[in-house]
């Protein structure tokens, strides 16, 4: 939380609770109904097109693209099945996950469709879909449970904190901070600088 305070960080999260694949209701001969779903929150969250955006703390809702192709391969994209998001705003999805084998139940959420976004401007494919940070963390915390039933060392290791700053510009600033609280090996991870989105991925050691 003291991280999410310094000048510039926009969010701040354990690796591996950025995106998460699973597999929905959309499901049908066409497509396959996989979604990734990628963690937002206000400052992340893509420009909405139609609907709106979510609260931090709002549970089950999404932003999906306006040409919506839920599948394993949405970029081999057949337009006669693409969805329109329009006719999908305030509709409902499942997910399910967290499934192993025929001997685990697994789990079942569901999501509505608040707001549509153009995944162009992300560059994201057609099947991803923006959801709050609280449940994302939910669905990983699930599937990492049901997955260390059969690997209890899943959860072993270093743990990586990501950080997503504002603006190319600030990166030093906030690699300053960091280095100053003694988080150590600070390097950027990734950066993503476009009209339409200018944050930068930094990752570092707890």
């Known amino acids: 939380t003291d991280i999410k305070k310094l000048n510039h960080v926009v969010d701040v999260y354990k690796s ?17 109904g996989t979604l990734t779903l990628i963690r937002g929150n206000k400052n992340t969250l893509p420009d909405v097109v139609a609907g709106r955006m979510f609260k931090s703390n709002e549970f089950g809702v999404a932003i999906c ?3 919506f192709y839920p599948n ?13 998001g329009y006719d999908l705003i305030n509709t409902n999805f499942n997910i ?7 001997n685990i139940e697994g789990y079942t959420k569901t999501f509505k469709i608040v707001g549509l976004y153009d995944s162009s401007k992300r560059f994201n494919d057609n099947g991803t879909c923006y959801i709050s940070e609280k449940d994302i963390v939910e669905i990983i915390d699930n599937e990492k449970n049901a997955m260390s039933k059969n690997n209890p060392m899943l959860n072993s290791g270093i743990p990586i904190l990501h950080a997503v700053v504002d603006e190319k510009e600030n990166i030093s600033d906030v690699k300053t901070q960091l280095e100053k609280m003694n988080f150590s090996n600070v390097e950027i991870a990734s950066v993503i600088d476009t009209d339409m989105v200018n944050t930068i991925y930094m990752s570092f050691i707890s």
Do not use: C, H, M, W
């Open 65 to 67: 693209p306006v040409q």
């Open 16 to 32: 591996g609770y950025y995106d998460f694949v699973a597999t929905s209701d959309f499901k049908n001969d066409f497509v396959d």
């Open 72 to 84: 394993y391969e949405p970029r081999q994209i057949k337009k006669k099945y693409v969805l329109n």
């Open 96 to 102: 399910t996950y967290g499934i192993l084998d025929e």
